[in-house]
């Protein structure tokens, strides 16, 4: 296959995995499957296919998704103790420092307990609130703009970063479990911590005890097994489709401007962010282009519900409906988007 039939195929499982998880609901409903098949595809279009590319995409996955399965079951011996700890945390501190210790401790420690456990305690503990329905959604909101950041920060908080590392593990970036800390830890950490805090205003245990959030879904061994397993085909079809996507990715996105990237990037809105991830880092990405994909994924990721898995986990449990997330969340990721723009412009190098 010559280069432009390759570009050409490559262009075309792009745009069916850009465009059909958004626009068909089976798609959307089987993803895994899905972009396992656009993987294998964009693979073999790319002519990719050896005992590497296999090995990295059986062995990538495996961190991420025992801390998944791990974590999985410690979540579920952990819930019943759950409003105990919550209600002595509003009894000691009060209800704002409360959220602002809870938002700031999913954003920063999902990069350890994983961003999709860290969203299961966050719809537990909003079911424990009761506050009214308005400002449980807004806390949520925030709340998940806060682990969709710190998520990143290591390779087993989220399939983007699992994804990230993967990609520019060989030269000239060399990335390491502590590559993205690195790199961006500068603009994610100040980014929870100003989220956690915006977050916590405007609670007030004065609401109704009838029209918040609830989530009473049970954990089970089936339940945890098949989100790991899920999580495990998810970040093996990334890495064969980020694989496959290479040769399109190096042609275009090198030499596009950081501005244009970061904007270009807002898409990932509704597309989740590490499907984005797989397509776009490729090693011959300079450090400063790094940044500005990453944040403007992360930024955006937290828009509408498809952006990312926190959005889409707490979403689904709380019953947020999609118009109910953006009312929250859009105004306060394009003016996010806006200043992380201005101040990257002017201090990354």
Not at 193 to 199: K, Q, R, S
Request: aromatic share 8%.
């Amino acid at each position: 296959m010559n280069e432009y039939m390759t570009i050409a195929g490559l262009a075309a499982i792009m745009a069916l995995t850009l465009i059909l998880p958004f626009s068909v609901k089976k798609v959307e409903e089987e993803l895994e499957a899905f972009l396992f098949i656009m993987g294998l595809s964009a693979a073999s279009i790319s002519g990719v296919w050896g005992p590497e590319l296999v090995k990295e995409a059986f062995r990538a996955p495996v961190k991420i998704t025992l801390a998944v399965l791990v974590l999985g079951f410690a979540f579920r011996a952990a819930r019943p103790k759950l409003k105990g700890w919550m209600d002595r945390l509003i009894k000691a501190v009060g209800l704002r420092p409360a959220l602002f210790t809870v938002i700031l401790f999913l954003g920063l420690g999902s990069s350890l307990i994983t961003a999709i456990i860290a969203a299961l305690v966050l719809a537990e503990i909003i079911s424990i609130l009761k506050l009214k329905r308005d400002c449980e959604i807004r806390i949520v909101v925030y709340a998940c703009y806060a682990i969709g950041l710190g998520a990143a920060l290591t390779p087993i908080g989220e399939p983007l970063s699992t994804i990230v590392v993967a990609k520019l593990q060989g030269p000239p970036h060399s990335a390491g479990f502590y590559y993205i800390l690195q790199q961006a830890g500068l603009w994610i950490i100040p980014g929870v911590l100003l989220t956690a805090f915006l977050g916590s205003r405007g609670a007030d245990l004065s609401g109704s005890a009838h029209h918040g959030l609830t989530e009473d879904a049970r954990e089970t061994d089936r339940s945890i097994l098949v989100r790991g397993g899920k999580v495990y085909i998810f970040v093996m079809a990334l890495i064969l489709l980020g694989a496959g996507l290479t040769p399109l990715a190096e042609r275009f996105v090198p030499g596009m401007q950081d501005g244009t990237l970061f904007w270009v990037n807002s898409i990932s809105a509704i597309l989740d962010n590490a499907t984005l991830a797989a397509a776009e880092f490729v090693p011959l990405m300079t450090d400063r282009q790094v940044k500005f994909v990453l944040m403007g994924l992360l930024i955006s990721g937290g828009m509408l519900i498809p952006g990312n898995i926190p959005n889409i986990i707490s979403a689904s449990k709380l019953n947020i409906k999609s118009g109910e997330w953006a009312r929250a969340a859009l105004p306060y990721g394009a003016v996010l988007m806006t200043v992380y723009f201005v101040l990257m412009s002017i201090f990354v190098k």
